[in-house]
């Protein structure tokens, strides 16, 4: 049932296909089930270093210089409050009706991608107690391109059809990206394609590959594979709308989050080997010794962690369990997500400051901006609690600082700012204090 081809010894997800495929046998309820293969990504990497060796030593080498950059970042604090605005096209292959999926699902898509990925998702209650402190808000949000790689109007979508002696496109080969038959990307250093077509080796919901040209890499030795980076999916993983999802398990439309994640570098959360010895690089990440299987199993804890010991994250979009289980990512995962995004990935987002209250916190008492709009100088009150201090820092549209003041008390409050050489228009005033960060919009006038 499972036509990969490989030298090496049966991977662990596929002896667990196999295992699916004897219950089949059994059931036909679960034939669905049986066919049903998460993600490809390990399995396209181990193809890649067959056809190119020193590729995964590449992919190691970027993630480990996003990390390094990452913990650069946190001694910093610098771009804590970014928010990331990411570029996609969708590229709808089709050789039937179904697989030509309406609009509607891609919105849905977005719309699921956008919640999950600034933890606005309604199931963030089910994130256990012992995750709440390292589940985070990613600051990644998603929207289709509207201008395409000539200049002109597009919705961010793009619909082809395929060949007429089709069967299905292979992780494989990756040829859902070439034409004829497939789709050629947009420009992958400016846009994040997405593939959606009928993917088979089983139902493959999707993989990703994950970011190879980081600084300490020599990335014109893989020059050609500018062309696959990007997000594969199978068409009927798309949204939460679709009509026909491969499976309720599965029906949440968060396999794109799961495959977003690899695209931006994140590795599964049991580090692709069965055992306790191998991580995903993330230390906020318990080890597991496998994937969870599809389960929402909430007693699983296979592997000791140090020095305080926690259950196997089932609730990780970088794990394997169904989408009604999976709720977060981490912070250490987000970190690598950032670092990845001013360095391999950085053309593919805009950057933008927060427009609007990100937490009110309880350090603030008052906080104005007075007058608004204003002529030229505006006044700002800050109320803090005794012993706490703020900093401050305005803004204009495209994200350039004007005025900064830091280490500021509750006795110097009161501050007045002079803004007369900016022209008219929307700024940001971002007021912090210790963990907390309020962002407020006003306007000159003249
Ligand atoms: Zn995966």
């Known amino acids: 049932m499972y036509l990969f081809v490989s030298t090496k010894p049966v991977h662990p997800i596929m002896k667990h296909l196999f295992t699916f495929a004897f219950a089949a046998l059994i059931s036909f309820n679960c034939l669905a089930q049986a066919n049903l293969n998460r993600c490809s990504t390990f399995e396209i990497m181990q193809k890649r270093e067959g056809l190119q060796p020193g590729y995964l030593a590449g992919a190691k080498a970027a993630f480990d210089a996003a990390k390094q950059l990452a913990e650069a970042n946190r001694v910093n604090r610098s771009g804590n409050d970014t928010v990331y605005r990411i570029q996609l096209v969708f590229h709808v292959l089709y ?159 968060r396999s794109l989050t799961h495959e977003m994640g690899h695209y931006f570098g994140l590795r599964h959360i049991w580090g692709d080997e069965v055992g306790c010895n191998t991580d995903d690089g993330i230390d906020d990440t318990p080890l597991a010794s496998d994937a969870s299987q599809q389960t929402c199993d909430t007693t699983i804890n296979s592997c000791t962690d140090a020095p305080a010991d926690f259950s196997d994250m089932i609730e990780n979009y970088m794990d394997y369990s169904d989408d009604r289980c999976v709720n977060m990512f981490t912070n250490g995962q987000i970190e690598i997500m950032h670092a990845m995004l001013q360095t391999s990935r950085a053309g593919v987002a805009t950057v933008v400051t927060p427009t609007g209250i990100k937490n009110t916190g309880d350090n603030f008492d008052v906080i104005q901006i007075f007058p608004n709009p204003s002529s030229g100088n505006i006044n700002l009150n800050v109320q803090i609690k005794n012993g706490t201090n703020f900093s401050y820092e305005i803004y204009n549209l495209v994200g350039e600082k004007l005025v900064a003041e830091s280490n500021l008390t509750s006795v110097s409050n009161y501050r007045s700012i002079n803004l007369s050489a900016q022209p008219a228009g929307i700024y940001f005033a971002k007021i912090t204090s210790g963990e907390q960060v309020v962002v407020k919009k006003f306007e000159l006038a003249r």
């Open 95 to 253: 050789n039937s009706p179904a697989e030509n999926i309406p609009d509607s699902v891609i919105y849905s898509q977005i719309e699921v991608l956008n919640e999950d990925y600034r933890r606005l998702n309604a199931d963030t209650v089910r994130t256990r107690d012992e995750f709440k402190p390292v589940a985070g808000d990613t600051r990644l949000e998603f929207y289709l391109a509207t201008t395409d790689p000539d200049g002109n109007p597009t919705t961010g979508i793009t619909r082809t059809t395929g060949s007429g002696s089709f069967i299905g496109y292979s992780p494989l080969t990756d040829d859902i990206k070439v034409e004829p038959g497939g789709k050629a990307p947009w420009p992958t250093d400016r846009y994040v394609n997405v593939w959606v077509g009928n993917l088979f080796f089983g139902i493959v919901l999707g993989y990703a590959y994950p970011p190879y040209n980081a600084p300490n890499w020599d990335s014109t030795s893989l020059a050609t594979d500018s062309a696959l980076q990007g997000v594969v999916l199978h068409y009927a993983a798309v949204g939460r709308n679709n009509a026909q999802p491969v499976d309720q398990t599965v029906a949440g439309g």
